[in-house]
């Protein structure tokens, strides 16, 4: 990945870049030219391409997304693992979302293979989408969270009573809940909120995903 690309990615995860020029946005990242800034967010998705290349033609209606790494659906065992300069390509019909802000995870395990996040489970190898802008959570709700550095998908709840956080599986199979007491906060991070579910083409093939490296 070219190196103003990188930083434009990395900014993108802590700003809304649609609330920022371009030279504010060359000012953060130490690129004192506008052009160069719009050119390589076109590239990366973030700034539509300019009418008429070939860019625009590729790539009229996909948004790319980083692609981090791997988190575990069952118990909290896998590190999370970089995929630097990976990349979902999505038609932007499918996430309506603000894509500036969005980054996906690929799914390990089976203990959320009855999970429904607009009607889709999560399988092994599947793509999640995560908005880590919402951390809001309600009961019910699922998140991507960081246990001593492991990456897990769970359904969150929160037993205030209890003050108790409970990460739960949904799946065909047995697998225990996670229990964290609130004064032992510092060991448990949520990255953001899962948003949807892209399931891997070898399930079920589609036209609308591609994954690249950039």
């Known amino acids: 990945m070219h190196p103003i690309q990188k930083k434009i990615v990395i900014l993108s995860q802590s700003n ?78 499918i996430l309506p979302h603000r894509f500036q802000d969005l980054f996906s995870v690929q799914a390990v395990g089976d203990s959320m293979n009855q999970a429904n996040i607009n009607g889709e489970n999560i399988e092994d190898g599947d793509f999640v989408i995560i908005n880590p802008d919402d951390k809001d959570f309600k009961n019910g709700d699922y998140v991507l969270s960081l246990i001593n550095g492991m990456a897990n998908i769970k359904k969150f709840t929160k037993n205030v009573n209890s003050q108790q956080v409970v990460l739960l599986s949904e799946s065909s199979e047995n697998h225990p809940p996670i229990y964290i007491h609130e004064d032992d906060m510092s060991y448990f991070m949520t990255s953001g909120k899962v948003i949807a579910v892209l399931k891997h083409p070898e399930k079920n093939s589609t036209e609308n995903i591609v994954l690249s490296e950039v």
């Open 16 to 93: 809304d870049l649609s609330a920022l020029s371009l030279r504010e946005i060359g000012r953060l990242i130490g690129e004192g030219h506008p052009q160069k800034v719009k050119h390589h967010m076109q590239q990366l998705g973030f700034l539509p391409p300019a009418p008429g290349s070939k860019a625009s033609a590729d790539k009229a209606h996909l948004i790319s997304i980083p692609l981090l790494g791997l988190a575990n659906c069952g118990e909290a065992t896998i590190y999370a693992e970089s995929y630097e300069g990976r990349y979902l390509q999505v038609s932007q019909s």
